[in-house]
């Protein structure tokens, strides 16, 4: 038996997120029926990030036991053709039997993207958000700065969230804009629940005008997710890897 890393890229416009469900299609459940008719044996993978339905990622990583003979390097190659062409896998090899993706100390990065224009572009449909209102982005980077370092985000957690503790830590998280397309990349040791998208929803209020960088504090130190910005549309969500210790 040997344990194996994968690192998935997929466009998740068509899946119901990462995780197997009965309402629909997964990424986990298309890499489950792959791996398992490939390698001739009951394959279950588990992810590090539990994507939502129609978020996209370069990088997740996921695990899997199994007792072939193929070498773990081989097995990417080999499942790329069966899968969708939606779904990619850039790496595989083998870990020790103990290594877990979401137990490992690393750093996940998310980008999320708005299309910021008069018009909507037909090309860029699928992975931003179109967004019309002009938007000030040295607002924008000013209160994505009050985010950064340890706090308490449960103002930026979705209601109804299961989770031991709602602090985390952001090492950055910075707003670029090329021509139409600006950018929120965030960086930090772990998201709560629909986290990134609500600092997007959050940031646009503030690009927008309906509120000041100065108040980020004050919606941090709330501890209320009513106090923060709406959450923003999945679509423009991309998960850009993890870096592990």
Not at 127 to 138: G, N, R, S
Request: net charge neutral; charged share 25%; aromatic share 8%.
């Amino acid at each position: 038996m040997k344990r194996v890393k994968l690192i998935v890229a997929y466009d998740g416009t068509n899946y119901k997120g990462w995780q197997v469900q009965p309402n629909g299609i997964t990424i986990e459940e298309v890499l489950n029926q792959k791996l398992s008719e490939l390698l001739g044996e009951n394959i279950v993978v588990t992810g590090a990030s539990r994507t939502d339905s129609g978020v996209h990622s370069l990088g997740n990583v996921a695990i899997f036991d199994t007792n072939t003979r193929m070498p773990a390097e081989k097995i990417s190659f080999a499942l790329n053709q069966r899968l969708p062409e939606d779904i990619v896998v850039q790496d595989s090899c083998e870990v020790p039997s103990d290594w877990h993706p979401r137990y490992q100390k690393g750093r996940k990065t998310y980008e999320y993207r708005i299309l910021n224009r008069t018009f909507r572009m037909p090309t860029r449909r699928l992975d931003t958000y179109f967004y019309y209102h002009p938007l000030d982005i040295e607002k924008m980077q000013r209160a994505a700065a009050y985010l950064v370092g340890e706090h308490d985000f449960k103002s930026f957690c979705a209601v109804g969230a299961q989770v031991k503790t709602t602090v985390r830590t952001i090492y950055a998280c910075d707003v670029r804009k090329d021509q139409d397309i600006i950018t929120i990349r965030v960086t930090g040791n772990g998201f709560l629940y629909n986290m990134v998208r609500i600092i997007a929803g959050t940031l646009i209020r503030v690009g927008g005008g309906e509120w000041k960088p100065e108040q980020i504090p004050d919606i941090l130190s709330a501890l209320d997710r009513n106090a923060a910005g709406p959450t923003a549309p999945a679509h423009g969500l991309t998960m850009i890897g993890i870096e592990y210790e």
